[in-house]
């Protein structure tokens, strides 16, 4: 049985950093990309990152590049989200989901087979 479980969540202040981390059992990791969703009160939920199986494409939606670094390390089955300079408007639930395929193309939820039950990141102004 697969498991997704996220970690590292909590409340931390504007400008200030978080690590999340995201460990599946269960499967092969290393047969697939693996991606970072969050989303926020009365908001659909989005795709913010996404690393492929080897780390050598990675892949960030706009509003957050520069400020978010996604890696894995795949003998230890867990990806990791680095969360710097946060920001108020990163509030939200955010998400571990294992891509159906090794690689980032497509970025819509059914792109994804596995998802976590979230970790919350509130930033406090």
């Known amino acids: 049985q697969v498991q997704v479980v996220e970690s590292g969540g909590g409340l931390v202040q504007a400008g200030g950093s978080l690590r999340l981390s995201c460990t599946a059992s269960?499967?092969?990791?290393?047969?697939?990309?693996m991606g970072w969703f969050r989303q926020a009160p009365g908001k659909e939920r989005e795709e913010t990152s996404c690393i492929n199986w080897r780390s050598d494409i990675t892949y960030y939606v706009d509003p957050v590049k520069g400020r978010l670094t996604i890696s894995r390390d795949n003998a230890k089955s867990t990806l990791y989200l680095q969360i710097d300079s946060l920001k108020p408007e990163d509030t939200a639930m955010y998400y571990c989901?294992?891509?159906?395929?090794?690689?980032?193309?497509?970025?819509?939820?059914?792109?994804?087979?596995?998802w976590g039950l979230g970790t919350q990141v509130t930033v406090s102004s």
């Open positions: 989901a294992v891509k159906k395929t090794r690689y980032c193309s497509g970025s819509s939820l059914d792109e994804y087979k596995y």
């Open positions: 269960g499967l092969t990791f290393d047969d697939y990309a």
